[in-house]
Structure formats: structure tokens, C-alpha cells
């Protein structure tokens, strides 16, 4: 069930970094999810999308009003990515 007039956006950083001396690469992007399980005392939501496809996300214990968020709740999700890489010749 939809809880209707909700709307919550929850910070997630992915981080992946191979190496401090290359190039970095930044992007944040706006995710509209349904959130399908929630797991407190773990503090991780399983939110799925329109297509179906799920993902589970860790809530920091700094992000506060998690207790407010139910099954159902449609979840605005701002997603920064970032990629840094340092090429070497052999």
C-alpha cells in the first residue's frame, strides 16, 4: 500500500576508486523508487523500480527519519556515482 503524500530523498554516495593519481569522473542522478522491504535494526531499504529491478541501500545512521519510512513509500534517491582511474603504459 502506498502511503500517499510522502516524499523522502536519501543522500547515496557509490564510490569506487582505483587509484588517487588519475582522472575522476562525477555524476548524480535522480532515482524514483518504491520501497519494497526495510530492515532497521540493519538500517537497509530494498527499494524496486518501475522495471522491476531492486536494489538494496545502506541508510548512514547521520540521515535521519528512517523510522518514518514504510513499505510502500515512494523514495526519491539522489545517486552520485564516482570513478577514478590512472592509466599507465607498459
Not at 564510490?15 to 537497509?44: C, H, K
Not at 523500480?49 to 534517491?77: C, H, M, S, Y
Amino acid at each position: 500500500m502506498a502511503h500517499c503524500g510522502k516524499r523522502f530523498v536519501i543522500p547515496c554516495v557509490l564510490v569506487l576508486l582505483l587509484t588517487p593519481n588519475g582522472d575522476t569522473d562525477f555524476s548524480t542522478v535522480e532515482v524514483t523508487d518504491t520501497v519494497s522491504a526495510i530492515n532497521y535494526n540493519e538500517r537497509i531499504i530494498t527499494f524496486t523500480a518501475a522495471n522491476g529491478q531492486t536494489r538494496k541501500i545502506f541508510v548512514d545512521p547521520t540521515v535521519p527519519g528512517l523510522e518514518r519510512i514504510q513499505v510502500g513509500d515512494q523514495v526519491v534517491l539522489l545517486v552520485t556515482r564516482s570513478v577514478a582511474v590512472n592509466l599507465k603504459t607498459i
